[in-house]
Nanobody
């Protein structure tokens, strides 16, 4: 079983990126998917969670209104659309699965599986 985040890269402040989270050997549609990030020298920060099959999406205040998580159950992929990016959004971004979001953007100890990260750099 593998879970992989992709789509990172270098973007200018104010720009946009869309990250993808895909799985092999796992039916991602059945799980909640959380997004986390870890900036250099900082602790890992939870930023969003999307329930299976339209059950709700939750965001940290730091990204609310700028980031949107969605899922394509046909492609079995979860996306994180990031707009109005700021230099402080620079981090390695990870996706993770859980059975549900439990009405929170922070999966905490509910994480079942972590994915490989993708680096997002916001710089001019």
């Amino acid at each position: 079983v593998q879970l992989q985040a992709s789509g990172g890269g270098l973007v200018q402040p104010g720009g946009s990126l869309r990250l993808s989270c895909a799985a092999s050997g796992l039916t991602l549609n059945r799980y909640a998917v959380g997004w986390f990030r870890q900036a250099p020298g900082k602790e890992r920060e939870p930023i969003s969670c999307i329930n299976p099959s339209g059950g709700g999406t939750y965001y940290a205040d730091s990204v609310k209104g700028r980031f949107t998580s969605s899922r394509d159950n046909v492609k079995r992929t979860v996306y994180l659309q990031m707009n109005s990016l700021k230099p402080e959004d620079t981090a390695v971004y990870y996706c993770a699965t859980a059975s549900q979001c439990y009405d929170n953007y922070d999966l905490g100890f509910s994480v079942l599986r972590w994915g490989q990260g993708t680096l997002v750099t916001v710089s001019s």
